[in-house]
């Protein structure tokens, strides 16, 4: 990913242990991007509006008020993607989360380096005015002119085709599920069959010359993932 001026990001840690969120805050300064803290829910919440960061790490435990309810309050009044943070690793918390509007969920103890990876795939997603072209292995998407070039040749996309291979592509090596694709890309109130996202797959497959889904992998029981090598 290139990012025309890292210093531009924004990135709100919340969390109310001092030790994690000085460590998180080290690493992403080291990193280049501008960071803000906050020790609990109503800071959160206050920070968030008057930063607008673009992205937020926000643990679940909370004092005062809970992540989730941190997390609704700041989703109806700005724009920015949340990475929840917490020690919970239960499918209903992540489940619970994504529904009210996170966009990412990370367990503790945490990869600093997955950490940045998450990032970066929040910001391609979110905020793709900050990127220039967005490079990912043999894949370049240029968002503005609403192309997607696999292997130096432009794929001939329509645009659900489109926005289910740049999801997929920004989410790089992350499984997803065929739920939180729908959601993603074909929005929260489609009332269709969940097997128009095999079917989909299987056009980009096509147009990607995939016979062996290589590029885009099968996880059996879970969901799909893009390879990039």
């Given at each position: 990913?290139?990012?025309?001026e890292?210093g531009?990001?924004?990135?709100?840690?919340?969390?109310?242990?001092?030790?994690?969120?000085?460590?998180?805050?080290?690493?992403?300064?080291?990193?280049?991007?501008?960071?803000?803290?906050?020790?609990?829910?109503?800071?959160?919440?206050?920070?968030?509006?008057?930063?607008?960061p673009?992205?937020i790490?926000?643990?679940?435990?909370?004092?005062?008020?809970?992540g989730?309810?941190?997390?609704?309050?700041?989703?109806?009044?700005?724009?920015?993607?949340?990475?929840?943070?917490?020690?919970?690793?239960?499918?209903?918390?992540?489940?619970?989360?994504?529904?009210?509007g996170?966009?990412d969920?990370?367990?503790?103890?945490?990869?600093?380096?997955?950490?940045?990876?998450?990032?970066?795939?929040?910001l391609?997603?979110?905020?793709?005015?900050?990127?220039?072209?967005?490079r990912?292995?043999d894949?370049?998407?240029?968002?503005?002119?609403h192309?997607?070039?696999?292997?130096?040749s432009?794929?001939?996309?329509?645009?659900?085709?489109?926005?289910l291979?740049?999801?997929l592509?920004?989410n790089?090596?992350?499984?997803?599920?065929?739920?939180?694709?729908?959601?993603?890309?074909?929005?929260?109130?489609?009332?269709?069959?969940?097997?128009?996202?095999e079917?989909?797959?299987?056009?980009?497959?096509?147009k990607?010359?995939?016979k062996?889904?290589?590029v885009?992998?099968?996880?059996?029981?879970?969901?799909?993932?893009v390879?990039?090598?």
């Amino acid at each position: 990913m290139s990012i025309k001026e890292k210093g531009q990001i924004n990135i709100l840690i919340v969390d109310d242990e001092e030790s994690i969120v000085e460590f998180i805050k080290m690493g992403l300064e080291n990193e280049g991007y501008s960071t803000h803290a906050a020790y609990n829910g109503i800071e959160a919440i206050e920070k968030a509006k008057n930063i607008k960061p673009h992205i937020i790490i926000l643990d679940i435990m909370l004092p005062g008020i809970s992540g989730y309810e941190a997390c609704i309050e700041i989703k109806k009044s700005i724009r920015t993607s949340i990475i929840m943070l917490t020690a919970k690793d239960e499918i209903d918390d992540r489940v619970r989360g994504l529904d009210i509007g996170a966009d990412d969920y990370m367990v503790k103890p945490f990869s600093f380096k997955e950490l940045i990876a998450r990032i970066n795939a929040r910001l391609r997603s979110s905020f793709p005015e900050l990127l220039d072209v967005i490079r990912a292995g043999d894949f370049s998407i240029d968002d503005g002119a609403h192309e997607i070039n696999y292997k130096g040749s432009l794929l001939m996309l329509s645009l659900t085709e489109y926005n289910l291979l740049k999801y997929l592509i920004v989410n790089n090596g992350l499984v997803l599920s065929k739920r939180i694709i729908l959601e993603k890309v074909w929005g929260y109130d489609f009332d269709g069959a969940e097997n128009i996202v095999e079917v989909y797959i299987g056009y980009l497959r096509d147009k990607l010359q995939d016979k062996r889904h290589n590029v885009i992998c099968t996880v059996r029981g879970v969901g799909y993932k893009v390879v990039i090598l």
